[in-house]
């Protein structure tokens, strides 16, 4: 008894969509989205370790701190994109 009452109180969980195109546009896209923020939001760029690729001048004191905050910032937009795109039904 005590477990269905249990399941009862319990919220219902929405599914979400499964990986497709569409979801890896929208995740490109927020991750782009977040670079452009970063690139020209970040105050003082350059401070740690620089990446050990070439990169164009643009990029000039993009390093792995920047990486790691832009593309952290755009997985938690994409995802946050994601989710209430495919609870409206559009994705």
């Not at 109180?9 to 546009?25: K, N, R």
């Not at 896209?29 to 923020?37: E, K, Q, R």
């Not at 020209?40 to 740690?48: R, S």
């Not at 990486?67 to 994109?81: E, Q």
Request: with cysteine; glycine share 14%.
């Amino acid at each position: 008894m005590l477990n269905l009452t249990l399941l009862a109180v319990l919220p219902v969980i929405p599914s979400t969509s499964e990986w497709s195109p569409g979801v890896g546009l929208v995740m490109i896209t927020c991750n782009l989205f977040a670079f452009v923020i970063g690139r020209f939001a970040i105050k003082n760029p350059g401070q740690g370790p620089d990446l050990p690729v070439d990169k164009p001048s643009i990029l000039s004191g993009f390093g792995y701190p920047e990486l790691l905050a832009t593309a952290s910032f755009g997985h938690i937009l994409g995802a946050g994109l994601i989710l209430g795109l495919s609870s409206a039904g559009i994705l």
